[in-house]
């Protein structure tokens, strides 16, 4: 029992402890999430911002190639290829720069980028219906790349369309490290749905924003896909699991020392309280014996009077030879009564215990004269059995008559109103114990407290405290043996089991 206890025990802490490791992991795990997608939104930010100031730099671009497609009657294409061919240097995303004629809808200039497509009549087209806001186009033909077209001179009476084809997925192209990351996932969205650039993030966007730029209001997206990797790194795992681990370590060390503190404190506490029971339980017990004692004590007093009376009768008669065998008789007396008051000092008497040879006879004597006068009021028969050998233990010769006190007045108060009450007290030995059988032929112990007899406080006894048996029980074991109930059909035994002594058996071997 007590094993599967202790095993039941160790399963507790190790499922506690995996418990924590699991909390740890996923407290790492939420961590590291949560960290990314506040990486992720800073990082968003950071280069909204960069992107919505690149896309408000090709305004500036057109404004100037405007003003040069624009000065004087006389377009000099050559200063305008070399403007616009110095400003897709300095800005690789622009891919193109187109000069279209609103006249003819024919290319006058265009850079050497180089295109698959002829986009002159579109950006004539664009052109002519613009009121002087920039036109945005995305181009079917290429993935990722949009026009950007403004009239030039931007009034009704403009000569020129003006063009520069940009590169999406180069205008949010970044360095920092971040965006590297295979787990984030990046888009570029033109007004009306079409993909410039990446792919649709829908519901999984973790940031989605129009640029800051009033002609190109392309919408940036922005999500995160973690790996297993990312969520669960190694070493904060690591170092979680030996933190926590340690410090659940250390809290059941703390526990533990805890606990054996309370538990010597709780000793402690019980054995003086006990010392104190069996004290008191002893000064208790002198009222009851006190009418044993006396009616004891009248007895040797009584002779001791009547010898004496008789002694002096005979001295008158100067009969000399019978009053010495008076004095005798009455010597005797005394010393029977001296004896019965010596026991009862011995029995109120708080001692330290002191282990010595002790005669289970004479216990059982000194038990039986204290308890005889009340076995004979109550009109109990009480019989003492032992073997004629003297049978010897190492105990404390008050806390064995204690214990056996406390064992034989149960028996008389459970026969106290049978039909030929009977109470034994037999002695019997084995090769290496000697036990004392207690029986009555009383009513027996009920049912629901006989698994808990010796407990403290549990009684049926009216009147009674039911520390008796309890202490019995611990001085018994203090002693190096046991007491057991026993049950038959006819009767109720205690039986008290002692070690005999190394010497006696020494003796008998």
């Known amino acids: 029992m007590g094993n599967d206890v202790a095993h039941s025990s160790r399963v507790r802490l190790v499922a506690i402890w995996l418990a924590l490791i699991v909390l740890i992991v996923i407290g790492v795990s939420m961590f590291e999430r949560w960290s990314l997608q506040s990486e992720l939104v800073t990082e968003s930010e950071i280069l909204h911002r960069v992107v919505s100031q690149r896309a408000d730099q090709h305004d500036a671009h057109l404004t100037s190639l405007s003003a040069v497609a624009s000065a004087g009657t006389d377009l000099r294409t050559d200063l305008f290829l070399d403007v616009a061919n110095s400003i897709r240097r300095f800005y690789p995303r622009i891919v193109s720069i187109d000069l279209v ?113 009033a002609s190109q209001p392309l919408v940036l997206e922005t999500a995160l896909n973690p790996s297993w990797a990312s969520l669960f790194p190694l070493r904060p795992i690591f170092i979680g699991i030996a933190a926590v681990s340690l410090a659940y370590l250390l809290f059941l060390s703390l526990v533990r020392q805890y606990l054996r503190a309370r538990s010597a404190e709780r000793a402690a506490h019980a054995g003086a309280l006990e010392l104190r029971l069996a004290h008191a339980s002893r000064v208790n017990a002198l009222g ?122 149960n028996a008389l108060d459970a026969v106290e109103n049978q039909v030929n009450p009977l109470v034994k007290v037999q002695l019997h030995t084995g090769a290496t114990e000697a036990f004392i059988d207690v029986s009555d032929n009383g009513g027996g112990v009920a049912p629901e407290i006989r698994q808990r007899i010796f407990e403290p406080f549990v009684t049926r006894k009216k009147g009674g405290t039911g520390l008796g048996l309890a202490l019995s029980q611990r001085l018994t074991e203090q002693m190096g043996g046991e007491i057991s109930l026993v049950e038959d059909a006819d009767s109720t035994i205690f039986r008290v089991r002692l070690p005999i002594s190394n010497e006696q058996k020494a003796e008998a071997a």
């Open 101 to 213: 004629s609103l006249t003819d809808g024919t290319s006058v200039a265009k850079t050497d980028g180089v295109k698959t497509y002829d986009n002159a009549e579109i950006i004539a087209n664009a052109t002519r219906r613009s009121k002087g806001a920039l036109q945005l186009l995305a181009i079917p033909e290429i993935s990722g790349e949009y026009l950007l077209i403004k009239r030039s001179p931007n009034t009704d009476e403009a000569r020129f369309g003006l063009a520069l084809t940009i590169n999406g997925e180069a205008l949010i192209r970044t360095d920092a490290d971040f965006w590297a990351q295979e787990s984030v996932q990046s888009s570029l969205t033109a007004p009306d749905g079409s993909l410039l650039t990446g792919k649709h993030l829908g519901n999984t966007a973790a940031f989605s924003k129009a640029l800051g730029s």
């Open 288 to 409: 009851e014996m006190a009418s044993g004692i006396a009616h004891e004590l009248t007895q040797p007093l009584t002779a001791i009077l009547s010898q004496l009376q008789a002694g002096k009768h005979m001295f008158r008669r100067s009969e000399n030879k019978s009053l010495g065998k008076v004095l005798d008789d009455a010597i005797e007396q005394s010393k029977r009564a001296a004896s019965i008051l010596e026991r009862m000092r011995r029995w109120t008497t708080p001692q330290e215990p002191s282990e010595q040879l002790t005669s289970l006879q004479e216990s059982m004597e000194t038990i039986r004269s204290l308890l005889l006068p009340k076995a004979n009021e109550l009109k109990i028969s009480m019989r003492f059995d032992s073997p004629p050998m003297p049978v010897l233990v190492k105990a404390d010769p008050v806390e064995l008559e204690q214990v056996l006190f406390n064992l034989v007045r």
